[in-house]
């Protein structure tokens, strides 16, 4: 249900009553699909009222009501972020056109040169935030890779038969920093290490992991193995 053009302005003059005596004065919202020319008159009358800026915030799908969301034709967006954790923020899923609409804004507060400083706070940028602090900084094995797309520690892994002969290739080539599992029987190495396996035709996983802080210490997490293979493997683009 829209807002009433009255409760708008008694909700722009409760922002210029804290404007009187509070000196920066910030605004946070999602930004709604459909709501582009509403949300640009708001852009115009915040930056009249002299606020210090305004949060974009991208609107999502909470994973309850969905027949509320089905009824006003909102979609999640395609391909949906990737749910891997626990995340401190609780948004759920991106809505469709919502990030695009939030761009809109951001190119109309630079055309118009408003003094309202406008930042766009995407869902992506909020969890990839929350692992970033986790593990940047923390002691792990030499075996991890500290992703910097989105912040995971990355490992190799191989099973069963394939241990052996990537065991061999790594002893030709003096490659040490490899380590096998006993209890769950894997071998485990970086994943830079991968390229040096490409003339062998097996199957490689690819492990994602998190720093946990528990009452009793700190823990590498594993949550997920992807699949990959050594001829179709690149660093840059699948970590």
């Known amino acids: 249900m829209e807002d009433s053009l009255k409760f708008r302005h008694q909700v722009y003059e409760r922002i210029a009553l804290a404007k009187q005596y509070i000196p920066d004065v ?4 999602p930004v709604i699909p459909g709501t582009l020319p509403e949300m640009k008159e708001l852009l115009l ?7 210090s800026g305004i ?3 991208e ?13 006003r034709g909102f979609k999640v967006k395609n391909p949906p972020f990737k749910v891997l954790y ?13 990030e695009l609409e939030c761009l809109n804004l951001v190119e109309f507060a630079l055309d118009e040169k408003l003094k309202l400083g406008v930042h766009y706070c995407s869902v992506e940028n909020k969890q990839t935030g929350q692992i970033y602090q986790q593990n940047y900084g923390q002691k792990v094995s030499p075996l991890m890779y500290f992703s910097p797309n989105d912040y995971f520690f990355k490992s190799a892994k191989v099973f069963g038969e394939d241990i052996e002969k990537i065991s061999k290739v790594f002893k030709k080539k003096n490659m040490v920093q490899f380590q096998f599992n006993t209890d769950y029987q894997f071998l485990e190495f970086p994943v830079n290490q991968i390229k040096l396996l490409k003339d062998l035709d097996l199957e490689i996983g690819i492990s994602t ?3 946990e802080t528990r009452k009793d210490g700190k823990y590498l997490r594993e949550l997920k193995i992807d699949l990959t293979y050594p001829h ?8």
Request: charged share 20%; aromatic share 16%; proline share 4%.
């Open 55 to 57: 949060n974009l915030l």
């Open 26 to 29: 910030m605004v946070e919202m």
């Open 86 to 98: 626990n995340y401190w923020y609780a948004g759920g899923l991106p809505i469709s056109r919502s």
């Open 232 to 239: 179709s493997f690149n660093l840059e683009k699948d970590i």
């Open 59 to 71: 609107f999502c799908f909470p994973f309850h009501s969905a027949e509320e969301f089905i009824k």
């Open 45 to 51: 009358e915040l930056n009249r009222l002299e606020i």
């Open 209 to 211: 992991n998190i720093m």
